[in-house]
């Protein structure tokens, strides 16, 4: 499956973004899907997984509260609503699919374009 991340851009501490990830391919709702990012000089680290019906979904301690994943089967996508951003958000967040369980969720051994989160203090 082929994934294009969308929906970064630049906002103020405090504030909110919804990220979508659209998949290509008719097999979308048979994949667990998760988000993970990468923040400036750090490590990639994962953010948060849903499980291919969407009824179950686990996320990093350092996001629970703040962060949802949800999944829309019927369009292929998969999205991540970010409220209360805080500067340590600031990454480039890359989706990802897995065929098997979504806890825990794989890491990728490859990755599609990701996509600029950047929070202002």
């Known amino acids: 499956v082929q994934l294009q991340a969308s929906g970064g851009g630049l906002v103020q501490a405090g504030g909110s973004l919804r990220l979508s990830c659209a998949a290509s391919?008719?097999?979308?709702?048979?994949?667990?899907m998760g988000w993970f990012r990468q923040a400036p000089g750090k490590e990639r680290e994962f953010v948060a997984a849903?499980?291919?019906?969407?009824?179950?979904?686990y996320y990093a301690d350092s996001v629970k509260g703040r962060f949802t994943i949800s999944r829309d089967n019927a369009k292929n996508t998969v999205y991540l609503q970010i409220n209360s951003l805080k500067p340590e958000d600031t990454a480039v967040y890359y989706c990802?699919?897995?065929?098997?369980?979504?806890?825990?969720?794989?890491?990728?051994?490859?990755w599609g374009q990701g996509t600029q989160v950047t929070v202002s203090s």
């Open positions: 990802a699919a897995s065929g098997g369980s979504y806890r825990p969720f794989p890491t990728p051994r490859s």
């Open positions: 391919g008719r097999t979308f709702s048979s994949y667990a």
């Open positions: 849903i499980s291919w019906s969407g009824s179950s979904a």
